[in-house]
């Protein structure tokens, strides 16, 4: 049974080792804001950050992922104000919103090791695929994250999330003390 670390909680995942780990986060631990977009590791909608580095989640298998630290979108910052999830609204860096999850995670591992990245250093870094093609406002947006990060600016614009997170932990279940066998099924954490 692998067993990681997920936004902060330890998880078994009674699933095959050799199931990706997407869909272990997506259908065992209900934390369904890593998408899938391909499968194939081309279009970054499942990055995820492992020890750090931002990820395909679709070309890991739960084996490989054993014993090490995974944040999702939902780990990234409870309440949206990270500076990158600040910074992509401010921006109007978001369109249908599929790619979002996926972008944030990529340019958070980017701004946490360069917090004043280059346009090559963010195209580099964050090679998501847009299907609305929002990329010129990305990189803006990105560009403005590490400002925030250093400290240069701060955002206003961002709406608070519009929800308590303990109601939202009400309605999704992985969101209140970590997955557990009574609310998900597919896996089970270790408080």
Known sequence: MPAMTVNDRPVFFDMDPDTPLLW???DGANLTGTKYGCGTGDCGSCMVLIDGAALRSCLVTIAEAEGRFITTIEGLSRDRSHPVQQALVAEQAIQCGFCTPGIAIAAAAL???NPDPSVED???AV???CR???YPRLVEAIKRAGRVSRRRETISAAPAPGIDPEDA????PALEGGVTP???GGAETED
């Open 169 to 172: 932990a009400r309605v999704v």
């Open 111 to 113: 701004i946490r090791r």
């Open 24 to 26: 272990a986060l997506r």
């Open 182 to 184: 009574d609310n998900l």
């Open 127 to 129: 090679p998501n695929l």
């Open 122 to 124: 963010i195209r580099e």
């Open 132 to 134: 609305c093609g929002v």
